[in-house]
């Protein structure tokens, strides 16, 4: 009697009752909003390549060093910083330090803190030099019905004012739409609005944490994301997430999930749909 094939047996009947084929699982987008605290790190997986957003504050970057090779990561294909706070560039640097890196991105701005003059120190060490993240830059990607890019910034801003700055990061895979916002507020969403770049997303990562400066009313109305990821901490001073962004949200009637109560959220892509999974309910 022949051996049965569990594996092909497994497969048919995936693809009988769902309409999952091998092709389809390879060609799965995942975004990971890393639970780091007060502070932002994602990661994007293509399927073929691997895609860091920030790094976490001062002292996490150890934390997203271990959550990437939990995820079997050994190589970045890029690492973007949206900006030069701390709580987003604070762990990029044991990042970059650890990992092998193909390419980096930031806005052109630059910063005085350590945890800035890490982050260059870093990428110096490996022989990288840093690409302009600003709009309408894509971020090379070899994986099939995937675009990555830069929404933002549209224009300059003045040094002090490095949430403006923030890089932003449009993942379009087939039919679904990701929106990566790092710190962005009211003056960069009305910049990137006059310039028709936004359109509606299925997933947006809420800027700043949740601050009532950033996902205003009028970004809202545009992009009207199915679901929002605000990455925070339970013990932060800042009040975040605030009231003011949580009622403008729940408006919208997205699904909102948080790190400090959900820990770290996973959304999976088909190009078609998109399941989530938290590493707390």
């Known amino acids: 009697m022949k051996k049965i094939n569990i594996v092909l047996i497994f497969t048919l009947l995936m693809s009988l009752f769902f309409g999952i084929t091998p092709s389809d699982a390879a060609s799965n987008v ?13 990661l994007i997986q293509t399927g073929s390549e691997n895609i860091l957003i920030d790094g976490g504050n001062k002292g996490k970057g150890d934390e997203v060093v271990a959550y990437l090779k939990k ?49 260059l120190t870093s990428v110096k060490k490996k022989g990288l030099k840093i690409k302009e993240a600003k709009k309408g830059v894509e971020v090379p990607t070899k994986a099939k019905n995937i675009t990555l890019k830069f929404l933002g910034p549209v224009t300059t801003y003045s040094k002090s004012d490095l949430n403006n700055w923030s890089a932003v990061l449009q993942l379009t895979h087939s039919k679904k739409k990701f929106l990566f916002t790092g710190d962005a507020e009211t003056k960069a969403e009305n910049d990137m609005l006059k310039a028709g770049v936004l359109s509606k997303v299925d997933v947006l990562k809420v800027s700043h ?33 605030t009231s003011a962004t949580l009622k403008r949200l729940k408006a919208k009637k997205a699904k909102i999930y948080r790190t400090d ?18 590493a707390k309910k």
Do not use: M, R, W
């Open 30 to 42: 995942k975004v990971h909003v890393i639970d780091v605290g007060q502070g932002d790190s994602i």
């Open 71 to 119: 995820q079997k990561v050994k190589t970045l294909n890029a690492v973007i910083s949206t900006h030069p706070d701390a709580d987003h560039v604070g762990g990029l640097a044991e990042v970059i330090d650890t990992l092998k890196v193909k390419s980096v991105y930031a806005p052109k701005v630059t910063h005085t803190t350590i945890a800035y003059k890490n982050f």
């Open 209 to 241: 944490h949740g601050a009532k400066e950033a996902t205003t009313t009028n970004f809202l109305n545009k992009v009207k994301p199915t679901y929002a990821a605000i990455s925070v901490s339970s013990t932060n001073g800042y009040g975040h997430p």
């Open 261 to 278: 109560k959900n820990g770290s959220i996973v959304f999976t892509s088909t190009g078609k749909k998109i399941t989530v999974k938290a």
